[in-house]
């Protein structure tokens, strides 16, 4: 099951695009991080997936085939919006209450409990609660209604390093003890090396790269070796992003053979997902996405659930 | 960090809809300030009302005791002179002609528009409840008590108003208004409550419209007032084809809306007669006194000209059409109301899905 499938998704504001032509399929019983620039459409693609605003081409659905924005994707879906947008002026306990009778499921006890954990004050109203105490109101709201997907916008752009921390612990926990797929978007990378295992890199409206993050890194290698053979070395292979200095020069390349030999002279290193994701940003022309291999990518999702 | 885990989710087998009943906290706890300080408005007011309609109401009785037939002369006039300056920017309407704005403006604009202006949309319309179901289930209730609120207020007003619409005033020589008074009409009878209404939808589209409170209020004060000048100046008169007399006793109650003269069965002029009329058959003056704008009154004109073959014709709407005309009026605001409320769910709808 895909938890967000888009084909040929386009949204215009006015004259420009924030989004065109993305088709993303993101597996269920992942971390997904949507990756981006400031304006590259990470915020548009997830409100069109929430059902906050409706495409100007192509479509979207949620959780296996539900139409973004219909009863049955409301209800399976948790979105936490940027900036945690909540009634300042309502105590947490009337958060608590106004979700639940927003929604057909709602755990009280769960709520509650978890908010007493956090030692979050359910007397307080939710504007006088700190950034990290907010977010994790928020999050609390969103994972008492049970979802299936979880949908948060750029979580940690208002958190300090520990309330990051914690509101992400929060997130994995969830995750693995309900089996809750998470989808995510940042523009901090470092944030998401550690959580996420499924990766869309998005730039200028489109979608850049999108995968595993296993496969990705698998697939991905970056080749040393002396600068004056670069050029002519490169145009045997598919080069993401090439720097060099005088003598060394650094080629980012995609392989699809996982044997690893080089040309003599040259060195092959792993690469990591930030200098992945920097490489792919640096170069907004070149573009991975899983063509084929996206059908063999879900399977094996689903069996190694 | 927490270990606890979220219980097993059960299976989604039937998805029914969030009933409606479940909105009825979540509209009372966001708008029950909002609705208290309607109601202290409202309440202050209709005390302010009930206390210098008292005086009105006193004023207005020794008026008439001074000056019923046979009239004692002395008391008379200060008496008439009382009653007409009681409390004359009250009775001109016009701060409370703004009380329907004013609700609309600070109940209807911010709805959606402090919604779309500070974000929590975001939260709201992604919840399982939908959208187009949660602005529906705001704005009808809303403008259902808002509209009760001001149907209950305009009882006091009803009261207030009620000496200057008695129909014997004129005969005692005391100001008596036609019931279609353009500045009262709309605060009495049931005009008061479905302008009310009216300026709430208008108030809640604009918020959907514009997202932002204040110019969203903005908005609402301006399109009301051009509505209810359009009402009163355009569509009023034309609720229904207006009655024709030739009787020069029009009733002081009767709404006047435009008179013109034939000569031996031909159309002459319409309004006053010209100078040069004037001058050849009433060239001592009208007989009788003038009248209070210093013209001379439209019997004494007719009295000069009618035995030169001229008639006098009159259109008017007869105050025993007072409550059709409220009717017609609460009528098509509440048409109107409704329309601008399924206009604003529809663009709820529309944005999302």
Redesign the interface.
């Known amino acids: 099951m895909n938890v967000i499938e888009s084909a040929g998704l386009g949204k215009r504001y006015h004259s420009t695009w924030a989004l065109r032509e993305c088709s993303v399929a993101i597996p269920a019983g992942h971390v997904a991080a949507l990756v981006g620039p400031n304006g590259a459409g990470k915020t548009t693609l997830l409100?069109l997936a929430?059902?906050?605003?409706?495409p100007s081409a192509g479509g979207v659905t949620v959780l296996g085939g539900r139409?973004?924005?219909?009863?049955?994707a409301?209800?399976?879906?948790?979105?936490v919006?940027?900036?945690m947008?909540?009634?300042?002026n309502?105590s947490a306990r009337?958060m608590l209450?106004?979700?639940r009778?927003?929604?057909?499921?709602f755990?009280q006890r769960?709520a509650e409990?978890?908010l007493g954990?956090?030692g979050i004050p359910l007397k307080r109203k939710a504007g006088k609660l700190s950034g990290g105490q907010q977010a994790q109101l928020?999050l609390t709201l969103a994972?008492?209604?049970?979802p299936?997907l979880l949908v948060l916008d750029e979580p940690m752009a208002m958190l300090d390093p520990i309330a990051r921390h914690?509101f992400m612990?929060?997130v994995m926990?969830?995750m693995v003890?309900?089996g809750?797929s998470v989808v995510l978007s940042s523009h901090v990378l470092a944030e998401l090396e550690r959580v996420a295992d499924y990766l869309i890199l998005m730039s200028r409206g489109r979608v850049q790269l999108a995968g595993d993050v296993d496969d990705l890194l698998a697939s991905h290698r970056m080749l040393t070796g002396p600068a004056a053979e670069a050029d002519r070395y490169a145009q045997r292979l598919s080069v993401v992003h090439a720097r060099g200095g005088e003598t060394q020069a650094h080629l980012l390349v995609r392989t699809t053979t996982a044997d690893g030999t080089v040309a003599p002279g040259w060195e092959a290193h792993p690469v990591g997902l930030e200098e992945l994701a920097l490489a792919y940003l640096r170069e907004p022309a070149a573009a991975a996405l899983p063509g084929p291999e996206r059908r063999r990518n879900t399977s094996r999702t689903e069996v190694s659930r | 960090?927490?270990?606890?885990?979220?219980?097993?989710?059960?299976e989604?087998t039937s998805?029914?809809?969030?009933p409606w009943r479940?909105?009825g906290?979540?509209t009372w706890?966001?708008h029950r300030s909002t609705l208290a300080w309607v109601v202290v408005f409202l309440g202050a007011l209709a005390v302010g009302l009930l206390l210098t309609g008292h005086q009105l109401h006193q004023a207005y009785v020794t008026a008439v005791a001074a000056c019923r037939p046979p009239a004692n002369s002395v008391t008379c006039p200060n008496a008439t002179i009382a009653f007409d300056g009681t409390n004359g920017f009250l009775a001109n309407g016009g701060i409370l002609q703004a009380t329907p704005a004013a609700i609309g403006a600070f109940a209807g604009a911010p709805l959606l528009a402090r919604e779309l202006e500070?974000?929590?949309?975001?939260?709201?319309?992604?919840?399982?409840?939908?959208?187009w179901r949660?602005a529906l289930a705001k704005l009808v209730p809303l403008a259902v008590l808002l509209a009760t609120a001001a149907g209950v207020f305009s009882l006091v007003l009803n009261w207030y108003y009620q000496p200057y619409f008695v129909a014997a005033n004129q005969n005692l020589g005391l100001e008596e208004l036609t019931p279609f008074y353009p500045a009262l009409f709309g605060l009495r009878g049931i005009g008061f409550a479905a302008w009310t209404l009216v300026a709430f939808a208008i108030g809640a589209l604009a918020g959907m419209l514009i997202r932002r409170v204040v110019p969203a209020i903005a908005a609402t004060i301006f399109a009301y007032a051009a509505l209810a000048f359009a009402a009163g100046g355009w569509l009023r008169p034309h609720y229904l084809s207006p009655a024709v007399t030739t009787s020069l006793n029009i009733p002081g109650s009767a709404w006047v809306q435009s008179q013109w003269w034939t000569k031996n069965g031909t159309f002459a002029f319409s309004g006053w007669p010209p100078e040069s009329l004037f001058a050849q058959y009433c060239p001592k003056g009208p007989p009788g006194p003038a009248g209070p704008n210093g013209k001379p009154k439209a019997v004494s004109l007719a009295e000069c000209l009618t035995p030169h073959g001229y008639t006098q014709w009159t259109s008017y709407q007869p105050a025993s059409r007072f409550w059709p005309f409220q009717w017609i009026e609460g009528g098509w605001l509440l048409v109107l109301s409704a329309l601008l409320i399924a206009v604003t769910v529809w663009l709820v709808r529309?944005?999302?899905?």
Do not use: C
Request: charge should be positive; charged fraction near 25%.
């Open positions: 409100n929430a059902g906050l605003t409706a139409p973004a924005g219909s009863p049955a409301l209800d399976g879906i948790a979105f919006a940027q900036d947008p909540m009634y300042k309502l009337d209450h106004l979700t009778n927003l929604n057909r499921r755990d769960y409990t978890r954990e956090l928020a994972l008492a209604r049970r299936r914690d612990a929060s926990t969830a003890a309900d809750v | 960090m927490t270990a606890l885990s979220v219980p097993a989710r059960p989604d998805l029914r809809p969030v479940r909105m906290w979540v706890r966001q500070t974000g929590t949309f975001r939260y709201a319309w992604t919840q399982g409840f939908g959208p949660w529309r944005r999302a899905t």
